[in-house]
T-cell receptor
Framework: EAQVTQNPRYLITVTGKKLTVTCSQN?????MSWYRQDPGLGLRQIYY???????DKGDVPEGYKVSRKEKRNFPLILESPSPNQTSLYFC????????????FGPGTRLTVT | RKEVEQDPGPFNVPEGATVAFNCTYS??????FFWYRQDCRKEPKLLMS???SGNEDGRFTAQLNRASQYISLLIRDSKLSDSATYLC????????????FGAGTRLFVKA
């Protein structure tokens, strides 16, 4: 089954404690993205990657890091989480062509206290 | 000005009603257009692509007006199961066809 998986699905942590949210896709997609979703603001892109070892900032990259060492994986790293990073995070993948759809993971609900 | 703007709603309609959502986008170079559906705090899923000629999928009709930079979604004969948030989505020809999401329009269909 074609899918995007994320882990963990729920995470409560404290300020400053480094964490990683994993993302993996089995569709051999070139393009992967991370979004955060906050009430009234919609989905905002954090980082994206057009291929292995190729990453770039999205609209809200501050406080986040990513890596793309393998095509299927695109982890999101919060080196020093802060309460304003409390949000719902989605990983997504697509082929990277003009008309293709994005496939989303199930989301990670992160709370930073 | 936001790149993609939608009326946040909520739209509260009775079963069987026809409801229309509108969306405007700011970049005239945008190339692809979609409507996604998102159920409460779950992942967005593609509802339909939007073509210049307009397209229909059952009770759903999508229209694109490039001159006015405007996209619409019409839902006929609303069902309880149509209750969700509808996201207007635009692709720009930058950064590997960057995908830009509107903030979404909430729809509640009531019995």
């Amino acid at each position: 089954e074609a899918q995007v998986t994320q882990n963990p699905r729920y995470l409560i942590t404290v300020t400053g404690k480094k964490l990683t949210v994993t993302c993996s896709q089995n569709m051999n997609h070139e393009y992967m993205s991370w979004y955060r979703q906050d009430p009234g603001l919609g989905l905002r892109q954090i980082y994206y990657s057009m291929n292995v070892e190729v990453t770039d900032k999205g609209d809200v990259p501050e406080g986040y890091k990513v890596s793309r060492k393998e095509k299927r994986n695109f982890p999101l790293i919060l080196e020093s989480p802060s309460p304003n990073q409390t949000s719902l995070y989605f990983c997504a993948s697509n082929r990277g062509t003009v008309g293709d759809e994005q496939y989303f993971g199930p989301g990670t609900r992160l709370t930073v206290t | 000005r936001k790149e993609v703007e939608q009326d946040p709603g909520p739209f509260n309609v009775p079963e069987g009603a026809t409801v229309a959502f509108n969306c405007t986008y700011s970049n005239s170079a945008s190339q692809s257009f979609f409507w996604y559906r998102q159920d409460c705090r779950k992942e967005p899923k593609l509802l339909m692509s939007v073509y210049s000629s307009g397209n229909e999928d059952g009770r759903f009709t999508a229209q694109l007006n490039r001159a006015s930079q405007y996209i619409s979604l019409l839902i006929r004969d609303s069902k309880l199961s149509d209750s969700a948030t509808y996201l207007c989505v635009v692709k720009d020809p930058t950064g590997g066809f960057k995908t830009i999401f509107g903030a979404g329009t909430r729809l509640f269909v009531k019995a």
